[in-house]
């Protein structure tokens, strides 16, 4: 996409006179009380924030009161929502929507303005006892100057080997990185050679203040999003037919995951944070009745967030519908160093 390199250049300085804006103390980042921990990335889409975010949320919610505020992409509402085991991804996002499924006495707040929403969480008397604050996708978000910023990187996409919006996947030059305390390299394959893990350290040029760590994502046990029982990824077998239905920025993946277990895979893909229409609907239920025994439907966990706020899903898929958990493992038998760090912030040690 070379004839868009122009358009970059432009989108470019404009970034960039905005990040020397704040640099230089024109425009003002604001610090809290309260600990925030901001997890976001350089790109668009797809470097697994919200795994990262869980990872947090598992660490440290067993001694501290957390909140995760977000600025819920997609949603039809405005302004502040706290979120409550009624809303829907219509309401908060499906991602907001899918952690406040998961951890259900977890805070889930969602606003465009993060210091507004920090602001809310701190005094509204239902969530001023929130002890940290985790910001989901802020790193852009300048005014808040969190007490700890972590930068994903997905392996896939490598900051340093990309161009900027519209020609790249790039919301700001790469050299951004320099203001994350940690960055993480995601979606790492288990095997990551210690020579790659080098190259790629070469590569970010990162300060000797910045820490860096390796993460793979983790696929859990099929989830039923109805009714029934989990279903362990080892008991799929070749005789399955199974249909994917996503709406995520890279699909390949999951899809590579459940073709290792059988070669009956179809597929329906949408686009990143797809609503899904009656059309929609009717096209997964079809696709579905028109597969052999054994069969079932395949989802991820933030298509499920929008799919159960949708009427119209046949008793067959509803029976045969699960959807699949990610988790995040550190490489390098670093997760301890990673955890350590994160419960400093916190305050815990």
């Known amino acids: 996409m070379w004839y868009l390199l122009p358009f970059s250049w432009l989108y470019g300085l404009g970034v960039r006179v905005r990040n020397l804006l704040f640099d230089a103390g024109v425009l003002k980042s604001r610090q809290f009380d309260t600990p925030t921990i901001c997890v976001g990335n350089l790109t668009v889409g797809g470097t697994g924030k919200t795994p990262h975010v869980e990872y ?72 001023r006892q929130t002890e940290v604050i985790l910001l989901d996708d802020a790193f852009q978000h300048r005014y808040v100057k969190a007490s700890l910023t972590i930068l994903l990187m997905d392996y896939h996409r490598p900051i340093y080997s990309d161009h900027l919006l519209p020609a790249g996947q790039l919301r700001e030059p790469w050299s951004g990185r320099r203001r994350a305390d940690m960055v993480v390299v995601t979606k790492c394959p288990p095997s990551l050679s210690e020579a790659e893990r080098l190259q790629i350290t ?39 037919h199974i249909l994917l239905v996503t709406g995520i920025a890279r699909p390949l993946p999951l899809m590579e995951m459940l073709k290792s277990h059988t070669p009956h895979v179809s597929c329906l893909n949408y686009p990143d944070h797809h609503h899904f229409t009656a059309k929609d609907i009717s096209d997964i239920n079809n696709a579905f009745a028109s597969l052999p025994s054994p069969k079932l ?48 912030i916190a305050k815990e040690e």
Do not use: N, W
Request: aromatic residues 6%; hydrophobic residues 35%; charged residues 30%.
């Open 56 to 127: 947090l949320i598992r660490l440290l919610s067993p001694c501290h009161k957390v909140a995760v505020l977000s600025r819920g992409y997609k949603r039809k509402t405005k302004g502040y929502v706290l979120a409550d085991r009624q809303s829907t991804a219509l309401d908060i996002g499906d991602e907001p929507c899918q952690m406040k499924t998961k951890f259900p006495s977890l805070t889930v707040a969602v606003c465009e303005d993060r210091c507004k929403g920090i602001c809310q969480i701190e005094t509204d008397k239902r969530t």
């Open 202 to 240: 070469q590569s970010l040029r990162l300060k000797s203040s910045q820490t860096l760590f390796f993460s793979t994502m983790a696929y859990q046990d099929l989830k039923p999003m109805y009714c029934g029982a989990d279903k362990p990824l080892d008991h799929l077998c070749s005789d399955d």
């Open 297 to 344: 439907i395949v989802t991820t966990e933030k298509d499920a967030a929008r799919l159960q706020g949708v009427g119209g899903l046949s008793e067959e898929v509803r029976h045969h519908l699960f959807e699949v958990p990610i988790e995040v493992k550190f490489l390098f038998d670093e997760g301890e160093k990673f955890d350590r760090e994160i419960k400093r």
